[in-house]
């Protein structure tokens, strides 16, 4: 609202810029220099950033209301995983089994009230990214990413209609295809034993994979 930006920055620490530009300063949170924070999001007001805080080693995760001029922390979720805003008055968030839920919560007296409602089972999550999903719009739609996601994906095209053709069925950890100029194969990077990534090329008329890159 007062076109202030909250980033996580070096350490894992929470910083603010301004939208224009300009030099960023630190938030200094009160009694905790050991704490990580990620996923910043400005609540509504500008006074407080909804943030997820863990410990050093990330096994304990608390969504949390930190005071952008103070650095006074409030836990509003405990063991939640990430959390977002939604305007219909809710916190959104994650737990650790990979599901969603939603309470009612007042941005501007931090009040989380009433009994969580689960929305979600089975969202991809990982210490990295938190869980995957997004409030999407302001009528509350969220898009998501379902467990087994990543290492079950499949390869689809989709024309600007919305009509999906399969390319690659068989299932992998893929990422970033692209085309070749004629449109006969594609290239694309598969993620192998060992968290190694290389590059396959797909021929499309054959369905045939050929390693590109070792």
């Given at each position: 609202?007062?076109?202030?930006?909250?980033?996580?920055?070096?350490?894992?620490?929470?910083?603010?810029?301004?939208?224009?530009g300009g030099a960023s300063a630190p938030i200094v949170v009160q009694g905790d220099s050991v704490s990580l924070f990620l996923w910043p999001a400005m609540l509504p007001g500008s006074k407080h950033a909804l943030a997820e805080r863990c410990d050093v080693v990330c096994r304990q995760h608390d969504l949390v209301a930190v005071?952008?001029?103070?650095?006074?922390?409030?836990?509003?979720?405990?063991?939640?995983?990430?959390?977002?805003?939604?305007?219909?008055?809710?916190?959104?968030?994650?737990?650790?089994?990979?599901?969603?839920?939603?309470?009612?919560?007042?941005?501007?007296?931090?009040?989380?009230?009433?009994?969580?409602?689960?929305?979600?089972?089975?969202?991809?999550?990982?210490?990295?990214?938190?869980?995957?999903?997004?409030?999407?719009?302001?009528?509350?739609?969220?898009?998501?990413?379902?467990?087994?996601?990543?290492?079950?994906?499949?390869?689809?095209?989709?024309?600007?209609?919305?009509?999906?053709?399969?390319?690659?069925?068989?299932?992998?950890?893929?990422?970033?295809?692209?085309?070749?100029?004629?449109?006969?194969?594609?290239?694309?990077?598969?993620?192998?034993?060992?968290?190694?990534?290389?590059?396959?090329?797909?021929?499309?008329?054959?369905?045939?994979?050929?390693?590109?890159?070792?």
């Open positions: 609202d007062d076109n202030t930006i909250v980033y996580v920055g070096p350490g894992r620490r929470l910083v603010r810029v301004g939208g224009g005071e952008l001029a103070t650095g006074l922390v409030t836990v509003l979720v405990p063991n939640a995983t990430r959390g977002w805003y939604a305007p219909s008055g809710h916190l959104v968030y994650g737990t650790q089994d990979r599901a969603i839920y939603s309470v009612r919560f007042n941005p501007a007296t931090l009040a989380v009230t009433g009994e969580p409602v689960p929305l979600i089972e089975g969202v991809e999550s990982t210490s990295l990214f938190g869980a995957r999903l997004s409030i999407a719009a302001d009528n509350g739609t969220m898009a998501y990413q379902p467990t087994g996601g990543v290492n079950s994906a499949r390869v689809v095209a989709v024309d600007r209609s919305g009509r999906e053709r399969m390319m690659i069925s068989r299932t992998a950890e893929y990422s970033n295809p692209r085309w070749s100029p004629d449109g006969k194969r594609i290239a694309i990077q598969v993620r192998g034993t060992g968290g190694f990534s290389q590059i396959w090329v797909w021929d499309v008329a054959q369905e045939t994979f050929a390693q590109l890159t070792r």
